[in-house]
């Protein structure tokens, strides 16, 4: 298990263990962390899993491409640093990955 830090909306930290190969939202959601909405369920299509990536973790998630970078345009106070939870996914690589969540998802 991996294991992560969300940063609520509320700035209250959530450490949680996250299974391999399973995406940042489906963690937040099956956690209880407060800010993750996933209207959408995880298919790429609502944006309301917005969450951005804390240095130095940005570089090794990478960059949103593709379907993720266009819906990104929707996602309410987008950064640079600004990823869908349903399209990253779990890696041993990522234990302590730290997450902020926005103060609204839209």
């Known amino acids: 298990m ?42 790429c299509s609502c944006a309301t899993c917005h969450c951005y990536i804390e240095e130095p973790w940005f570089e090794q998630v990478g960059p949103a491409e593709g379907d993720e970078e266009g819906m990104l345009e929707f996602a309410f106070e987008a950064k640079q640093n600004s990823m869908l939870g349903c399209q990253v996914k779990v890696n041993p690589s990522l234990d302590g990955l730290v997450v902020r969540l926005p103060t609204s998802q839209g």
Do not use: W, Y
Request: glycine letters at 14%; hydrophobic letters at 40%.
């Open 2 to 43: 991996t294991k992560i830090t969300f940063i609520q909306p509320d700035g209250a930290e959530k450490q949680v263990e996250a299974a391999d190969g399973h995406s940042l939202m489906d963690a937040a959601v099956r956690n209880g962390v407060k800010g993750m909405e996933a209207e959408c369920g995880g298919a």
